[in-house]
Structure formats: structure tokens, C-alpha cells
């Protein structure tokens, strides 16, 4: 019986293999070449300099305040009548989501963020850019919007509010 054990354990250990061989000559190998040349860092621009003047420009960090443009009699908001509801938000936060006709009139069933639905009609105001309601079709509301420019003239811009399905 002793012998039996000791053959079966000549056995076992003769059929082990080291399953780390090809892991070992690998590393044996590795760094046997020596070391390989580095790419050189790629060279970096130089960084055109500004100075900032305050004289010059105006501050970009203040809040421009809206004013009516002077002298040439140009287009201009009518900064003193009351804002309406739908001012308070900016157009991309408003959905239409239908129309409706009542005594003749067209109306445009807009959504705002908050999830209340407002009607509007030609000559309603909506955005945050003095938009004037101008035409609504079945699909649409056209707005005529007015934007300040850095020298405080007014500009009109033509925004279109499509209808969301």
C-alpha cells in the first residue's frame, strides 16, 4: 500500500505542468532590448495675448440695460406698455400644441414649462424678445421679435413656433 501511494504521487507530480511558463519567458524577454526612444512632445502654438480696456468695450460682466435707440427714429419696442403672460418665458420653453377658432378669430393654444395652456391671437405678445403674434395657421405662430445689438439699436427678427404633435 505504501508503495501504491508513493507511485501515484511520483505520477501526479510528474504530470504537472508550470502553467506560468509562457507567462515567465515573456517577462524574461521583455526589457532584454533596451529602452525605446520617446516621441518628442509636440510643440504648442503660441497663445495671441488680450488686454481688456475698459474705456474701450463695454463690460462683458455687466447686464446690458434695454433702451430705446436714439436720433434716427429706427423701430423700437414700446418699452412702457404691460407685459403679458407669456413674456416671462423664452420662446424655445413654449409649445404649441393646437388652434382653435372662435367668432372668427384665431386663436393658438400654447403650453408653457409649468404645463398650463394659454390661447394667444394676432397681436398677442409671447418670448422674451418682445414677440408680436403676426399670423397663426394650423401649423404655426409667426412672430415678429425685436433684439438690441451691443450699440442699444433695435433689430427685427422674424421666430416661427411650430406646432409640437
Known amino acids: 500500500m505504501r508503495w501504491t501511494v508513493l507511485l501515484l504521487t511520483f505520477l501526479l507530480t510528474a ?51 434695454m433702451r430705446p435707440s436714439e436720433g434716427t427714429g429706427g423701430i423700437q419696442p414700446d418699452l412702457n406698455r404691460q407685459r403679458e403672460y407669456l413674456e416671462n418665458f423664452p420662446l424655445d420653453a413654449l409649445r404649441m400644441v393646437g388652434t382653435l377658432q372662435k367668432a372668427g378669430q384665431r386663436y393658438a393654444l400654447i403650453k408653457t414649462p409649468d404645463g398650463s395652456v394659454n390661447s394667444v391671437r394676432t397681436g398677442n405678445y409671447l418670448g422674451q424678445n418682445y414677440g ?21 439699436a433695435w433689430t427685427e427678427s422674424k421666430a416661427v413656433l411650430a406646432l409640437q404633435e
Do not use: N, W, Y
Open 132 to 152: 408680436l403674434v403676426v399670423r397663426i395657421t394650423d401649423s404655426e405662430v409667426e412672430l415678429r421679435e425685436m433684439l438690441q445689438d451691443g450699440a442699444g
Open 15 to 65: 504530470c504537472v505542468q508550470d502553467e506560468f511558463a509562457d507567462l515567465r519567458t515573456f517577462m524574461a524577454q521583455t526589457g532584454q532590448d533596451g529602452q525605446h526612444a520617446l516621441e518628442p512632445l509636440p510643440q504648442l502654438k503660441p497663445v495671441d495675448e488680450f488686454q481688456f480696456r475698459p474705456g474701450e468695450l463695454p463690460d462683458p460682466f455687466k447686464p446690458r440695460k
